[in-house]
C-alpha cells in the first residue's frame, strides 16, 4: 500500500476559507519540524500583530510576483483567501 501524503497537502488539512486548518498546521508541524501558528487576523498583542503585518507583506508579494493575473483577480484562489482570512 503506498504511503499517504500529509494532511497539509490534502484537502482534508485545508481550511475552505484559507490557509491550514488545525489538522493541517500539526501534520506540516510533525513532517518539517515546523511551528506554524493559526491566523492572527485581529492580534491581541504586539507579537501577532507583528506576525499578521509580515505575513501579509510576504503574501502581497508572493501574489504579485508569483501568480497569473487570472489567479490575482479571482476571490476564490488559495492566495486571496488566505489575505482575506488574515485581513491584510
Request: one cysteine or more.
Amino acid at each position: 500500500m503506498a504511503k499517504k501524503t500529509p494532511a497539509w497537502q490534502r484537502k482534508e488539512g485545508k481550511n475552505p476559507k484559507g490557509g491550514l486548518n488545525a489538522k493541517g498546521r500539526a501534520s506540516y508541524n510533525k513532517a518539517t519540524g515546523g511551528n506554524l501558528k493559526p491566523p492572527a487576523p485581529n492580534p491581541k498583542n504586539e507579537k501577532d500583530a507583528g506576525r499578521r503585518k509580515s505575513f501579509c507583506a510576504r503574501m502581497q508579494g508572493m501574489k504579485n510576483k508569483l501568480t497569473s493575473n487570472k489567479t490575482k483577480r479571482d476571490p476564490n484562489s488559495r492566495i486571496n483567501k488566505s489575505l482575506r482570512a488574515w485581513n491584510c
